[in-house]
């Protein structure tokens, strides 16, 4: 597919890099440096190619198991033998520079998260020991650089970014490099690009809609993205409708909702067959080893009474135990005296 690029009529010339090598500028025109006998010559530029490597061959050597760890292996061996020919080309005075994809460890995506472990394609180290200027290594779409110097040469590393914002929560200014490259002096300058602008606008919980209405005037044209996680009991109350009403001044409104489920320690069995709610309740304390401490009756009286009637029982019932922590209770000898009384008058009545 890339080979189309090559029959392009451009001012200079595309070179398509299918397999790994050395290609050198001479004349305005790309030559295959093939042995040491090409070294020799006069080139402007000296480019090392290592087009992106399958992991599948070296899967079939090592296992699938071993294949990402070993890959940064070989190739860290693969780009040391390339160190002796851009030394040469160095001593000569002309410019080298490696050309790759991949990712490098210790690098940062395009959200900022840190890319550490053994199954990343490079280290800086590998690349440095390569022995070209400048590296320059495509893949992620976060510009960002890697310098070394010694004995008066300096080596940079560089990732260009990308040109335009494609993903969500991507940081930084969109752009390019442009090279300036001297044997042993490379540097480059970052053009930023014109892009879409990105929001997003992230809740921990129901999204607020008074907040997005205040955010709403910054969103005009913009791509949005709302996120919010919410429990699985308020999943329901999120109104999507009227979040894109709100963001209707929006290029895009992308909405992405996290339901936490509810956890819970045990399964009742046989709850959902019993009838009334009374029942539930009860069954659900014999099996979770919980007493009811009267709350069947509670129970009760909330689906059967008003909520006014609720509270004249409990503030009842409340005066009731005022009253009787405040009356003492007689002496021994009279209690016997107070009880026949009160037998007398249930009798009388």
């Known amino acids: 597919m890339l080979h189309v690029l090559q029959l392009i009529g451009a001012k200079y010339p595309i070179y398509v890099a299918d397999k790994i090598g050395m290609v050198g500028l001479q004349a305005n025109r790309w030559v295959a440096i093939r042995s040491e006998e090409d070294w020799a010559a006069d080139y402007d530029l000296v480019v090392t190619c290592v087009p992106t490597v ?38 000569r005075g002309i410019p080298t520079t490696l050309v790759t994809h991949g990712t490098v460890d210790s690098s940062r995506n395009e959200n900022g998260v840190p890319m550490a472990g053994l199954d990343h394609e490079f280290t800086t180290g590998a690349l440095f020991a390569a022995g070209a200027d400048a590296v320059m290594i495509g893949h992620i779409h976060l510009t960002q650089s890697w310098e070394r110097s010694f004995e008066g040469r300096r080596q940079l590393i560089a990732y260009p970014g990308s040109i335009g914002r494609f993903h969500y929560g991507q940081l930084g200014e ?20 014109p892009s879409r602008r990105m929001v997003d606008l992230e809740f921990f ?6 907040e997005l209405a205040q955010a709403a005037g910054d969103c005009v044209g913009a791509f949005v993205r709302v996120r919010y996680q919410v429990d699985e009991e308020f999943a329901k109350t ?17 909405i992405e909702g996290k339901i936490l489920p509810i956890e819970r320690e045990k399964r009742s069995a046989g709850i959902s067959i019993e009838v009334s709610m009374v029942k539930r309740l009860e069954r659900w304390a014999e099996l979770t080893n919980t007493p009811t401490d009267g709350l069947a009756a509670r129970v009760e009286m909330a689906q059967q009474l008003a909520p006014d009637e609720i509270v004249r029982k409990f503030l009842a019932g409340l005066q009731n135990k005022l009253v009787t922590k405040i009356e003492p209770d007689p002496p021994p000898h009279e209690q016997e005296s107070v009880q026949e009384a009160k037998q007398d008058s249930f009798q009388l009545f």
């Not at 969109?174 to 090279?179: D, N, P, Q, V």
């Not at 109104?239 to 929006?250: C, S």
Request: aromatic share 12%.
């Open 54 to 91: 399958s992991k599948a061959d070296l899967a079939a050597l090592v296992g699938p198991a071993a294949a990402a760890e070993e890959m940064g292996n070989y190739l860290a061996n693969l780009l040391a033998g390339f160190a002796k020919a851009n030394g040469y080309f160095y001593k």
């Open 174 to 193: 969109t752009s390019y490099l442009f090279w300036n490259l001297l044997p042993g002096i490379p540097e480059y300058q970052t053009i930023h690009t």
């Open 205 to 210: 919980g129901v999204p607020d809609l008074q």
């Open 238 to 254: 999120v109104d999507r409708k009227a979040i894109k009403e709100i963001l209707k001044g929006a290029a895009e409104v992308v």
